[in-house]
T-cell receptor
């Protein structure tokens, strides 16, 4: 596609349920990033991928969070046993190999845990 | 580890005036890049400007310029002739050679008519 696509755009889930968020990056982009943003706050780094591997998983808040990327393309972020504090906008971004190119962001998934 | 610090949670500026948004960074990597993004209330992230660590000149893009002071590890964004549409959150970010991209906490800019 022309841009980074995230789905769903909105997700309301009950506490304790698992959710899966999807990110479809720009074709050919090797780097893919996941961030979390609470209302009016900054971007909290979660994880990033270089191809299919994740050099840095240190940002994942707990072992309930996991992410994978297959085929160097689509990535899924899974949150198990969701808690109310997981409510936030989850942003995905992708960029090319070259450091001097900007990251392109998706529109985000707004997750609400009730 | 790399870190980005934006010390101004919120700022006001009068329309048509210039404003400087502060950003300092910390990294041990010799090669890195610095970005500024704008996030209006709609939530989208808009790329504004890029500065490479080896660039000799400060980056400029229209009304945006980046005041890069490498020795002080600062990369302040200067917006000239502020417009009402400039009201938004502004994020400074740094990328290293391994493509790790880290953001600061952001500055909310409000332009007064």
């Amino acid at each position: 596609g022309a841009g980074v696509s995230q789905s769903p755009s909105n997700k309301v889930t009950e506490k304790g349920k698992d959710v899966e968020l999807r990110c479809d990056p720009i074709s050919g982009h090797t780097a893919l990033y996941w961030y979390r943003q609470s209302l009016g706050q900054g971007l909290e780094f979660l994880i990033y991928f270089q191809g299919n591997s994740a050099p840095d998983k240190s940002g994942l808040p707990s072992d309930r969070f996991s992410a994978e990327r297959t085929g160097g393309s689509v990535s899924t972020l899974t949150i198990q046993r969701t808690q109310q504090e997981d409510s936030a906008v989850y942003l995905c971004a992708s960029s090319s190999t070259f450091m001097n190119t900007e990251a392109f962001f998706g529109q985000g998934t707004r997750l609400t845990v009730v | 580890a790399q870190k980005i610090t934006q010390t101004q949670p919120g700022m006001f500026v009068q329309e048509k005036e210039a404003v400087t948004l502060d950003c300092t960074y910390d990294t041990s990597d010799p090669s890195y890049g610095l970005f500024w993004y704008k996030q209006p209330s709609s939530g989208e992230m808009i790329f504004l400007i890029y500065q490479g660590s080896y660039d000799q000149q400060n980056a400029t893009e229209g009304r945006y310029s980046l005041n890069f002071q490498k020795a002080r590890k600062s990369a302040n964004l200067v917006i000239s002739a502020s417009q009402l549409g400039d009201s938004a959150m502004y994020f400074c970010a740094m990328i290293n050679a391994g493509n790790m991209l880290t953001f600061g906490g952001g500055t909310r800019l409000m332009v007064k008519p």
